[in-house]
């Protein structure tokens, strides 16, 4: 049988409770004391109270979960997402707390499950889709939430940190319509579950799958519907998940058929820089890409984007996690974004 902790304290003739301050409230006992209990806890080869154990006790893990739908891999391979949870892990350590990644499975009782055993304080909720469940089942285990953008059933006292993904979105388009730009593509991951990569076709936007998706290609309908091009005239490519050799690959198909589009506009820098790796190998006239985020790469590449703030956003919804404001307002922060115009934008070739 495994020593315990009463085993300790009958070798020592002391009580529980003085074996176990010897290990969490050592200034309640002689040095003397604490070292006989230490040695004895050595001699019969006990570890020292179960930290699980004892962070129930206490009610406190010492952790706070950021919550993802993707990968395991995806949180050190994505830049944003890299650049996300350095701001989080920023103020993690000035608040002495650690992190726990929780990537949630595809199949939904596996989800669940990750959600409900996770040993956290709290939860981050980062780029997680419509599943209205995933937030109900955190708040049904008392846990404080944050997320990465507001629900559409958001109350008062919920608490998030995002941006306005549709006016950001719509900003960029914008540009690129002002540039003749007419004939051009969409192009973003998550936007039907299961699609081959390359176009599909949707009645509406609100067909989108995923929410941020949605909401950045409404922003690029929007300002195109200003100059007189409907969404039945947009073209929307899929790619298979937020990588470059994805972006590559959806856009191949448009990029070789008889009227390419002019511009494609991509929901994500890491999709952009595919397409403009497809592009320069299929060695075709030039086309306007625009991406989302500005990555380090995307300056490098000379790609014109929208640049939000990735580790202030972060940092934010760690800290309204660990030290909350006490006017729930003030847990509602939206950033601010800009446009960053670079070469990989100019007017339609020939105009």
């Not at 972006?247 to 002019?262: F, I, K, M, R, Y």
Request: hydrophobic share 45%; with cysteine; glycine share 8%.
């Amino acid at each position: 049988m495994k020593p315990t902790l009463q085993a300790v304290a009958d070798a020592v003739g002391v009580s529980r409770s003085t074996v176990s301050n010897a290990y969490s409230r050592p200034d309640q006992l002689s040095a003397a004391l604490r070292q006989r209990i230490l040695d004895a806890a050595r001699q019969l080869g006990y570890p020292g109270p179960n930290p699980t154990a004892r962070s129930l006790r206490r009610g406190y893990v010492g952790a706070i979960g950021v919550l993802f739908e993707s990968r395991l891999s995806y949180a050190f391979t994505d830049p944003f997402a890299v650049r996300f949870l350095a701001g989080v892990a920023e103020a993690a350590e000035r608040h002495g707390t650690s992190l726990l990644l929780v990537p949630l499975p595809a199949d939904e009782p596996a989800a669940r499950r990750a959600v409900e055993n996770a040993a956290v304080d709290g939860f981050c909720v980062y780029c997680v889709g419509d599943e209205g469940w995933v937030v109900d089942v955190l708040r049904e285990r008392g846990l404080p939430v944050v997320t990465t953008a507001p629900r559409d059933d958001a109350g008062p006292d919920d608490r998030y940190v995002g941006i306005d993904e549709r006016a950001a979105a719509r900003a960029v388009a914008a540009h690129v319509a002002g540039l003749g730009h007419r004939r051009v593509a969409l192009l973003g991951d998550a936007v039907r579950p299961g699609a081959a990569p390359g176009e599909v076709r949707l009645a509406d936007v609100a067909d989108v799958a995923h929410p941020t998706t949605r909401a950045r290609l409404a922003g690029f309908a929007d300002a195109f519907a200003e100059v007189g091009v409907a969404w039945s005239g947009l073209t929307v490519l899929a790619a298979t998940d937020n990588s470059r050799s994805a972006g590559a690959t959806a856009v191949a198909a448009a990029l070789a058929a008889p009227e390419p589009p002019t511009a494609v506009l991509a929901c994500a820098d890491v999709l952009a820089l595919g397409v403009l790796d497809a592009l320069a190998e299929a060695g075709r006239p030039p086309v306007s890409v625009t991406g989302f985020d500005d990555i380090a790469e995307a300056a490098t590449a000379g790609l014109t984007t929208v640049r939000q703030p990735a580790e202030e956003k972060g940092r934010i919804a760690a800290r309204l996690l660990l030290d909350p404001p006490a006017d729930p307002a003030a847990g509602h922060v939206l950033l601010p974004t800009a446009l960053v115009v670079r070469s990989s934008t100019g007017p339609v070739p020939g105009s």
